[in-house]
């Protein structure tokens, strides 16, 4: 690997014309059309489903019960414990209790009920859910992105397009609002990162509670066992769950639905035999009217007791942040058929017990439990427990994954579990900070009360952000007039607000741990999306003007060497400055010049045949192209080795489509800088640039390939030392065609030449630095905040799978 320091101008004032590429869109016909089953669950994953002869929403409905419910169908264990905690001993009567179980059921009905599986669960984002889902859409459907990377061309994709065109005046005067100002924007940005920190801070309480709630009950099946015996079995319990994510979770959803399948069953019977034995009077707390019962006599104890009501919900966020893995009707059907009747009977039956044994609050499911069956159920519960713990973790992995897609997070690495499943990776990084937090707050923590409140506070500030977001879904995307969309969100922030305004009371009791967890991966995320926008608005700003680049002619000033190198840059449009930087310092660059841009799109999923964007710069004797490779925010992307072989397959193809289509044949007026089309990978395997040898890339074929010993030698040391890294070797051939335009001949040859000369990567290794004349605030983000992430980050190049024998970095320092 090579290294050029080279810093550049600090100010440069001259803003190059707008490209072409933003001024127009490709033909319909160059477009993917064929979208097949890509961006539905159901579509990529089919294969997973190991029943047959079931129906796919049924099979996918007994597997969500795995993945989705875990959480929500363990609440039971700490939620009645969490509500009498702080409530003076004298409001332990029966219509106290009564009260607290009507509080319970009217929650459980309009929250996961009303808003999730009846409204929410229809704003998918082709099949995605969760907060970054609707934050995309949002995206797609005004301008408040604000990294200014957006195409036409993004505009065209299958996966783009989302509800109707036509919006009232009011929604477009509100739309045009918030794109004209920057302040709004960045708002709305926080707001959404606010929601993933609370996420992940999420992941780290579930575990501790839900593991720690479930081995409690050892305490009552073995009275002489201390609470310390207790944390220590949670502990190992933790760090065994941790250790084993590297194994994947992609069987996670058949593996574990039958214990939470089991769980909802037991707790469903035991709540029945608790209702006939105890009190089957309690069917009347059903009645709103205890509600009303309950404040009174409680006073500002029951308000402050929401905090523990509201743990009844924990989990609920899980049907739509994982409705990319399932579907909806699946996600619906478990919850009506299953999941809610089973809920509501075992806490009904809570209620009744603790009307006749109200000495039981503190221990009150595992007290519940009949003689005999304790024992088996503690089982189940732990089991269940662990189960839920596993959701939420994976779901930590997926939403980091989200935010370093729309460049909100520091690039990690993401290791994809399942070559089936999309959505299943792990994150090593993420995965051991979170044990050694959930571990902290496990051992730190005196009791569950503790943490419940911290538990509380996160998963009722996810639900009030996303009943936010999805009340702009209803105005930009639903086209719902505003009215609508403002009945919807007063009536559920008036609800979630009561839970939540008793959660921030709690923060002094343990809900400073969601807090403090959530500003502080928030501010890292906002940080790293700061830093990432003023380094792109720099590139933007200090283009290299194409009349420059003309003036030197097709030679460029210097000596064309043969081989293909390959630009890496985040700019969409325009030549990065690292290019003049590398002309204006080095004697020579290669034949062939393709300026690769590997770019994020507010979509979950970008079908291959829509992929790659080709384009031509300059005029076709400066064998200039530029090459943009478009991800959604799900999507893999690793590398099979045969990235190189693609590009050029489609760069061909982009040479004989331009001779036919007169749209691509003269360069635009102004800026040479073509129209781009979009090459399916389609019409790349159908290519008149025919493959006349394949096969795997090894030492003997490279060191064949070089014309330079010291490259033999040094390529060939690099395969011995990563045998584990093979690539495809294609050789390419022009058609003999007599009806081939000889200039389209001659340029599919030197591309040709150019390929089996060698690639080469080039990259710039940047430094991001404040101006002198910067705020102290703005110095201590981007000097100390953004550059620390930077260094302790991984690359760049090692997560866009560059083979480090073939790269160059070209040095830079930003002044931003």
């Known amino acids: 690997m090579s290294r050029i320091d080279i810093e550049p101008e600090e100010d440069s004032n001259d803003l190059p014309p707008r490209m072409a590429a933003d001024e127009g869109q490709e033909p319909s016909h160059l477009r993917g059309q064929d979208r097949g089953d890509q961006t539905s669950w159901m579509g990529r994953n089919k294969r997973e489903l190991p029943w047959k002869c079931i129906p796919v929403p049924i099979a996918l409905a007994y597997q969500s019960f795995g993945v989705v419910y875990g959480?929500?169908?363990?609440?039971?264990?700490?939620?009645?414990?969490?509500?009498?905690?702080?409530?003076?001993?004298?409001?332990?009567?029966?219509?106290t209790i009564f009260g607290a179980f009507s509080l319970i059921f009217w929650t459980l009905t309009l929250i996961p009920l009303l808003k999730y599986i009846i409204i929410i669960l229809s704003a998918d984002d082709n099949g995605e859910g969760g907060t970054f889902a609707l934050y995309s859409l949002l995206c797609r459907h005004g301008k408040f992105s604000l990294l200014p990377n957006q195409q036409a061309a993004d505009e065209?994709?299958?996966?783009?397009?989302?509800?109707?065109?036509?919006?009232?005046?009011?929604?477009?005067?509100?739309?045009?609002?918030?794109?004209?100002?920057?302040?709004?924007?960045?708002?709305?940005?926080?707001?959404?990162?606010?929601?993933?920190?609370?996420?992940?801070?999420?992941?780290?309480?579930?575990?501790?509670?839900?593991?720690?709630?479930?081995?409690?009950?050892?305490?009552?099946?073995?009275?002489?066992?201390?609470?310390?015996?207790?944390?220590?079995?949670?502990?190992?319990?933790?760090?065994?769950?941790?250790?084993?994510q590297h194994s994947g979770t992609h069987k996670v959803g058949i593996l574990f639905a039958p214990v939470v399948v089991i769980w909802l069953i037991s707790i469903f019977a035991i709540g029945l035999y608790n209702i006939i034995w105890w009190n089957p009077k309690v069917i009347i707390a059903l009645s709103p009217h205890y509600i009303f019962k309950y404040f009174a006599q409680t006073g500002t104890d029951g308000w402050f007791s929401l905090g523990g009501v509201l743990l009844s919900i924990t989990g609920t966020e899980a049907m739509f942040a994982d409705l990319g893995h399932f579907s909806a009707t699946s996600i619906r059907m478990a919850f009506i058929l299953l999941v809610y009747p089973c809920l509501v009977v075992q806490y009904m039956g809570q209620a009744a017990f603790l009307s006749k044994n109200t000495d039981s609050i503190p221990n009150s499911f595992y007290d519940s439990v009949p003689d005999g069956l304790l024992w088996p159920v503690l089982i189940i519960a732990t089991l269940a427990a662990i189960v839920a713990s596993q959701a939420i973790i994976s779901a930590t992995f997926s939403i980091i994954k989200q935010c370093n897609a729309l460049s909100c997070f520091p690039r990690v690495k993401v290791v994809h579990t399942s070559k089936q499943i999309e959505g299943q990776i792990y994150i090593p990084e993420i995965n051991w900070i979170l044990m050694i937090l959930t571990l902290a707050v496990a051992i730190g923590f005196k009791d569950t009360d503790t943490i419940g409140n911290a538990?509380?506070?996160?998963?009722?500030?996810?639900m009030f952000i996303t009943t936010f977001l999805m009340a702009l879904v209803m105005i930009f995307v639903w086209q719902r007039s505003i009215m609508v969309a403002a009945l919807f969100l007063i009536f559920f922030w008036i609800v979630e607000g009561a839970y939540l305004g008793a959660a921030l009371t709690k923060v002094p009791q343990g809900g400073w741990v969601s807090l403090l967890l959530a500003l502080f991966f928030m501010f890292i995320m906002f940080v790293w999306h700061y830093g990432t926008r003023k380094k792109y608005n720099f590139?933007?700003?200090?283009?290299?003007?194409?009349?420059?680049?003309?003036?030197?002619?097709?030679?460029?000033?210097?000596?064309?060497?043969?081989?293909?190198?390959?630009?890496?840059?985040?700019?969409?449009?325009?030549?990065?400055?690292?290019?003049?930087?590398?002309?204006?310092?080095?004697?020579?660059?290669?034949?062939?010049?393709?300026?690769?841009?590997?770019?994020?799109?507010?979509?979950?999923?970008?079908?291959?045949?829509?992929?790659?964007?080709?384009?031509?710069?300059?005029?076709?004797?400066?064998?200039?192209?530029?090459?943009?490779?478009?991800?959604?925010?799900?999507?893999?992307?690793?590398?099979?080795?045969?990235?190189?072989?693609?590009?050029?397959?489609?760069?061909?193809?982009?040479?004989?489509?331009?001779?036919?289509?007169?749209q691509f044949a003269t360069p635009d007026s102004v800026s040479y800088d073509g129209r781009m089309a979009v090459i399916s990978s389609q019409a790349c395997s159908s290519s008149n640039l025919l493959v006349s040898n394949e096969d795997d890339f090894d030492t003997i074929s490279t060191m064949q390939s070089s014309k330079s010993l010291t490259l033999q030698s040094l390529r060939s040391a690099y395969d011995e030392e990563n045998p584990q890294i093979r690539r495809r070797r294609v050789r390419f051939q022009v058609p003999e065609s007599p009806a081939m335009d000889p200039a389209v001949r001659e340029e599919l040859k030197d591309l040709i030449d150019a390929k089996e000369a060698g690639v080469a990567?080039?990259?710039?290794?940047?430094?991001?630095k404040a101006r002198r004349s910067s705020s102290f605030l703005k110095k201590l983000v981007v000097d100390f905040g953004y550059s620390f992430l930077r260094k302790n980050c991984r690359g760049p190049s090692v997560a866009l799978h560059i083979p480090h024998i073939s790269l160059i970095e070209v040095g830079m320092i930003y002044h931003v």
Request: charged content about 15%; hydrophobic content about 45%; overall charge positive.
């Open 71 to 95: 959480d929500l169908s363990t609440s039971p264990l700490y939620v009645y414990r969490s509500i009498f905690s702080g409530m003076s001993h004298h409001h332990h009567d029966t219509d």
């Open 156 to 244: 065209e994709l299958s996966a783009y397009k989302y509800g109707s065109s036509g919006q009232s005046t009011p929604s477009l005067a509100l739309k045009r609002s918030i794109e004209k100002r920057k302040n709004l924007r960045i708002v709305l940005l926080l707001v959404v990162l606010l929601g993933a920190g609370m996420v992940i801070g999420d992941g780290v309480v579930t575990p501790a509670i839900s593991v720690l709630s479930a081995v409690s009950g050892l305490q009552a099946a073995h009275t002489k066992l201390p609470s310390g015996g207790v944390r220590l079995i949670c502990c190992v319990i933790l760090v065994g769950l941790f250790a084993l």
């Open 455 to 462: 538990y509380g506070l996160a998963v009722m500030s996810v």
């Open 539 to 662: 590139d933007l700003h200090n283009k290299v003007p194409l009349k420059w680049i003309l003036g030197l002619g097709p030679s460029l000033g210097i000596v064309r060497v043969p081989g293909i190198g390959l630009v890496y840059s985040e700019l969409a449009t325009g030549v990065p400055a690292i290019f003049s930087h590398f002309v204006t310092n080095l004697p020579a660059f290669h034949n062939v010049l393709v300026f690769v841009c590997v770019k994020s799109v507010p979509v979950p999923y970008v079908v291959p045949e829509e992929r790659f964007l080709i384009g031509r710069i300059c005029p076709r004797p400066y064998r200039m192209y530029r090459c943009i490779i478009r991800y959604g925010y799900r999507d893999l992307q690793g590398d099979d080795g045969n990235f190189e072989n693609l590009l050029i397959q489609s760069i061909a193809e982009f040479i004989q489509m331009e001779a036919v289509e007169p």
């Open 761 to 768: 990567y080039i990259m710039g290794h940047s430094y991001v």
